[in-house]
Structure formats: structure tokens, C-alpha cells
């Protein structure tokens, strides 16, 4: 059975929507070619990611639908790890189908999230704004949720 966890939209680093000071083109538009040859194709969603806080709750990635290691997508830095999990996201009666997105921190050089922070890929959704209280549907069986007994803000 799934789990709803229900989420705050926080501003994330800019960098999977739009050209950056760290990229000069959007990083998931650069990355779904790769995604795609290794079998997940992201085309039809939004070419950016959802930044839904769980905190006081965290997550690990446990047992992804996909994993793709070492993806050398732009030469501006050395290759990542990316896992994959189906997912959904509820915002204003509706929902939308996805993916949560981790790249995984050990192959970062920068652009780290705070493990309360979920990104998704999924489709656009009209009027969502930072600062939007969404929920989020994962599978318990790929993602593992626990409470943080220390919280801190995201």
C-alpha cells in the first residue's frame, strides 16, 4: 500500500528548469536523452522538478524502480547516480502522476538537497507556487520514511 506524506513547495536550486550560473541549459532538459536510452522516458513531463518538503520527515532511497549509475551527462563535472521512484502528487483535488527524482549525493559535486526535501518530476501544474502545501504518494516498498528527531528547516 502506498504511503501520502503531505508537503510544503520550497524554491529548490534552479538549476533542472533553466539555463544557471552552474549550467547554460536546463539540467533535466540535458539529462531525459540519457534517462531515456537507459530505459525511463521523462519527455511528456515538465522539464524541472517540485521541491516538496516532508520535514519533520526524511527519506531514503531503499529499493528504486530505477537506478542508473555513473550517467556522464555534461562535461562540466564528473558522472552522477540517479534513482527513480513512481510517485504521485495531489495539489488542489487533482492529481498528477511522476517520478521522485535523487541524484545521488556521494556522486554530487554540488546542488545538494536536505534529506527532507522530495524532488519530483511530473507534469506542470497550473498556479502551484512556493510556499503550496501538496501531498505526495510514494511507494514504502522503494522509499523509506522516518521522522527526524532533530528537525531543521528546508
Not at 6 to 11: E, I, P
Not at 54 to 59: G, K, L, S
Given at each position: 500500500m502506498n504511503k501520502r506524506?503531505?508537503?510544503?513547495?520550497?524554491?529548490g536550486h534552479r538549476?533542472?528548469?533553466r539555463p544557471s550560473k552552474d549550467y547554460?541549459?536546463?539540467s533535466l532538459e540535458k539529462q531525459k536523452p540519457f534517462f531515456k536510452n537507459l530505459g525511463l522516458d521523462l519527455y511528456e513531463y515538465f522539464n524541472g522538478t517540485l521541491n516538496i518538503s516532508?520535514?519533520?520527515?526524511?527519506?531514503s532511497m531503499t529499493h528504486p524502480e530505477f537506478t542508473f549509475e555513473l550517467v556522464k551527462w555534461t562535461d562540466l563535472h564528473p558522472p552522477e547516480t540517479f534513482s527513480f521512484s513512481c510517485c504521485k502528487v495531489f495539489f488542489k483535488s487533482r492529481e498528477y502522476a511522476g517520478w521522485v527524482y535523487y541524484p545521488h549525493p556521494e556522486t554530487k559535486k554540488t546542488?545538494?538537497?536536505?534529506?527532507?526535501?522530495?524532488?519530483?518530476i511530473t507534469y506542470e501544474?497550473?498556479?502551484?507556487?512556493y510556499?503550496?502545501?501538496?501531498?505526495?504518494?510514494?511507494?514504502?516498498?522503494?522509499?523509506?520514511?522516518?521522522?527526524?528527531?532533530?528537525?531543521h528547516e528546508v
Open positions: 506524506l503531505q508537503g510544503l513547495l520550497k524554491r538549476v533542472a528548469s547554460p541549459y536546463s516532508i520535514a519533520p520527515h526524511e527519506f546542488h545538494f538537497q536536505n534529506p527532507s526535501l522530495i524532488e519530483v501544474i497550473p498556479e502551484i507556487q510556499g503550496d502545501v501538496s501531498e505526495i504518494e510514494i511507494n514504502p516498498s522503494e522509499i523509506l520514511i522516518r521522522e527526524n528527531n532533530h528537525p
